[in-house]
T-cell receptor, first 114, second 110 residues
């Protein structure tokens, strides 16, 4: 089945630094990739929709200058959390639609900002 | 009103029990519906799509009621391994995006 590979799975960084998260579609082309964030005991919230070759679409309340998205190829989308702060600590996960039967998710990245 | 709402849970049931989860959605134009399962600290995994005629996969049955904008998931003969959070997923208002419900946590007890 369709696989989305997400790295890193876990990262701890200092406040003020930037962290890049990568998502690759391994056996299909993903023209669109979705980035979600999930805080403890809360649901997945869509942050942005990443489109290959064009600008990402951000959800209301998500700062585009803080969460930089690049979707330069049909198999790779990256999310960079810039100048990370402790409140950015969360579970970040990407997904793409490989076929009509739902979405495939990356394995997620647990970000802890200290 | 939230776009997708689910039973608040948690549901604690004994092994072998039958349990039903409900989900309501606000966008009457929604066309695609799914149930996902998410284990603690893991990514969500597709459990089943929900079709208009209803569908069954082993111990799991999904139903869709478009008139009431309501989806259900029935789990029969619960196993310990069914313990997880079950997420209802529906087309969002912009059509392209999908909206996740808050999830209902199920604990199956020995």
């Amino acid at each position: 089945g369709a696989v989305v590979s997400q790295h890193p799975s876990r990262v701890i960084c200092k406040s003020g630094t930037s962290v890049k998260i990568e998502c690759r579609s391994l056996d299909f082309q993903a023209t669109t990739m979705f980035w979600y964030r999930q805080f403890p005991k809360q649901s997945l919230m869509l942050m942005a929709t990443s489109n290959e070759g064009s600008k990402a679409t951000y959800e209301q309340g998500v700062e585009k200058d803080k969460f930089l998205i690049n979707h330069a190829s049909l198999t790779l989308s990256t999310l960079t959390v810039t100048s990370a702060h402790p409140e950015d600590s969360s579970f970040y996960i990407c997904s793409a639609r490989a076929n009509r039967d739902g979405y495939t998710f990356g394995s997620g990245t647990r970000l802890t900002v200290v | 009103r939230k776009e997708v709402e689910q039973d608040p849970g948690p549901f604690n049931v004994p092994e072998g029990a039958t349990v039903a989860f409900n989900c309501t959605y606000s966008n009457s134009a929604s066309q695609s519906f799914f149930w996902y399962r998410q284990d603690c600290r893991k990514e969500p995994k597709l459990l089943m799509s929900v079709y208009s005629s209803g569908n069954e996969d082993g111990r799991f049955t999904a139903q869709l009621n478009r008139a009431s904008q309501y989806i259900s998931l029935l789990i029969r003969d619960s196993k310990l391994s069914d313990s997880a959070t079950y997420l209802c997923v529906v087309n969002g208002r912009r059509g392209q995006n999908f909206v996740f419900g808050p999830g209902t946590r199920l604990s199956v007890l020995p």
